[in-house]
């Protein structure tokens, strides 16, 4: 099970894959610099928004001609949604346009915090589910709902570990531990994530991967921390499958107390 | 006859992407052609509900149709 080797991967919704990083694709300066960012961050699956096209401008660039769908596995979000039904609409719409069944589920509660709304997210994830969607579902740090969820046929669970674009890092490290230990399905942390170390963090919990947007995105240079990004999730599994040590109240030296001159 | 009378003569009012629009009576994929969108990059609902993409040719719009055309961009 060492990196190395290669052999670390993880599925969700029997697809395999190798990158536990998840990015998405918004608040880039241009497509280059998403593309290069993406590139350096290792990762194999990407968010991406359903919008109208543009009608006025119908040969602007696109997201594809940039990201190739082909190449990376596209994960159509509900971001924006405030209810159940325009969620629902909206990935329809998403499996039309890219005949992806797997999904990202996210149904907002109130635009100052973009928590989640928990009542109409898991009323979407039995409708997505019943149609034949892989919803994998943003949620609260909530090891109950996430139970619920998985209940309803979410295939990952994916809590906040602070509000989404927050950078403020994961707030309550039990919660999502909770939620890994309670869960069958992958858990990755969604949303929260500013710095390296937020993401390693994550990754020391036991989760299976981390998304992120902001923190590449918003980055002096997106580019060098999408590489930052990369390591530090591999650094952070890699701590969780090691075993950290146990801790100690009090100092226990490293160097031998016999033969002391 | 004049463009005007062209318009009365065969054009229909849809709602496209929440405007308003005169548009040549046809199929969706004639309405693609005429705005210049590829049709295998997008996703249509017509009254709420999906167009397959495969049917976008044999679909014809109606007067009064409300139309959503949809594509990928970047997000989180």
Not at chain 1, 47 to 52: E, K
Not at chain 1, 162 to 170: F, H, K, Y
Not at chain 1, 172 to 198: F, H, M, Q, Y
Not at chain 1, 228 to 255: C, H, N, Q, T
Request: aromatic share 4%; proline share 4%.
């Amino acid at each position: 099970m060492t990196q190395e080797s290669g052999s670390d991967t993880w599925t969700v919704a029997g697809r395999r894959f190798s990158s536990r990083l998840i990015v998405g694709t918004g608040k880039y300066k241009d497509f280059e610099q998403n593309a290069a960012a993406l590139a350096a961050s290792g990762a194999e699956i990407i968010t991406v928004a359903v919008r109208r096209v543009n009608v006025t401008d119908p040969g602007a660039p696109m997201l594809t001609d940039f990201i190739d769908p082909k190449q990376y596995t596209y994960l159509p979000n509900t971001a924006g949604c405030f209810d159940r039904d325009s969620a629902i609409r909206t990935l329809r719409l998403a499996r039309e346009a890219g005949g992806w069944d797997l999904v990202k589920l996210e149904i907002l509660g109130e635009a100052k915090t973009l928590y989640p709304d928990m009542r109409e997210t898991l009323q979407a994830t039995e409708i997505l589910a019943k149609e034949g969607f892989l919803p994998m579902v943003y949620c609260a740090d909530d090891p109950i709902a996430a139970k619920q969820l998985e209940d309803a046929g979410a295939v990952a669970i994916m809590p906040l570990g602070a509000p989404i674009g927050s950078g403020l890092g994961i707030q309550n490290r039990v919660t999502i531990r909770l939620i890994v230990e309670g869960a069958k399905v992958p858990v990755l942390v969604d949303a929260g994530v500013g710095t390296a170390s937020d993401a390693a963090v994550a990754m020391e919990l036991g989760c299976d991967g981390v998304l992120m947007n902001t923190a590449i995105a918003e980055a002096k240079d997106p580019v060098m921390m999408a590489r930052a990004m990369r390591l530090s999730v591999e650094a952070g599994r890699g701590a969780y499958l090691a075993g950290r040590m146990g801790r100690r109240m009090y100092a226990d030296p490293s160097s031998p107390l016999a033969g002391l001159i | 006859m004049d463009k005007d009378s062209f318009d009365m003569a065969v054009g229909i009012n849809i709602t496209l992407n929440g405007e308003a629009r005169r548009v040549l009576a046809g199929s969706i994929a004639d309405l693609c052609a005429e705005i210049g969108l590829n049709p295998a990059k997008v996703a249509v609902e017509r009254n709420l509900m999906i167009v397959p993409r495969s049917t976008l040719a044999q679909v014809m719009l109606a007067d009064g149709d409300q139309l959503e055309i949809v594509h990928f961009v970047g997000g989180g």
